[in-house]
């Protein structure tokens, strides 16, 4: 059995220890600047729309009277003023965006489509503002 210098090997363990705490810190920081960059390519994936957003007023604008016929003449929604008694009141219902993008597209009983009317931004406008607008902030 080779003999031991308990110093060296303690020195060694300490070395091993410190290198596993360089690379963990390095992995750390790696990680922050991704969600960091994260937070630069898509704002939306990491803190929750803002009421001056462009897509959120452009979507507001679309449903209070821009949309042919505008959203507001049959549904209510407050944040839209709109008190419109013909469709499900939007506050109370909280639809999901693919709820509001899918309805949009095909249209639902005495709701037309839009897919003629508005374009593909047009709508996701429209379901992002309807979210944001019906859900607690
Ligand atoms: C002509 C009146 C009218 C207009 C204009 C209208 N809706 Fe509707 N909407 C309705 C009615 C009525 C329903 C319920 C249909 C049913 O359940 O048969 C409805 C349903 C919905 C629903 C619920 C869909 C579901 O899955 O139950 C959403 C969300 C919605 N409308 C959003 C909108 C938005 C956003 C706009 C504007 C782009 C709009 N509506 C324009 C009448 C309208």
Redesign the pocket.
């Known amino acids: 059995m080779p003999e031991v210098d308990p110093r060296a090997a303690c020195e060694a363990g300490h070395l091993a220890r410190l290198r596993g705490i360089r690379r963990s810190r390095a992995a750390f920081h790696a990680l922050a600047i991704g969600v960091f960059a994260l937070g630069m390519v898509m704002p939306g994936a990491v803190r929750p729309a803002q009421a001056d957003d462009p897509q959120i007023q452009l979507g507001k604008a679309?449903?209070k009277s821009n949309?042919n016929?505008?959203?507001s003449?049959?549904?209510t929604l407050k944040d839209a003023e709109a008190s419109g008694p013909?469709?499900?009141d939007?506050d109370e219902?909280q639809?999901t965006k693919d709820?509001?993008l899918?309805?949009?597209r095909d249209g639902?009983?005495?709701?037309?489509s839009?897919a003629e009317t508005l374009n593909q931004s047009q709508r996701e406008a429209?379901a992002a503002y309807?979210v944001w607008a019906t859900r607690p902030r």
């Open positions: 679309l449903f949309a016929p505008p959203c003449t049959c549904h013909i469709g499900p939007l219902l639809p709820q509001v899918a309805v949009l639902l009983g005495v709701m037309p839009f429209i309807v």
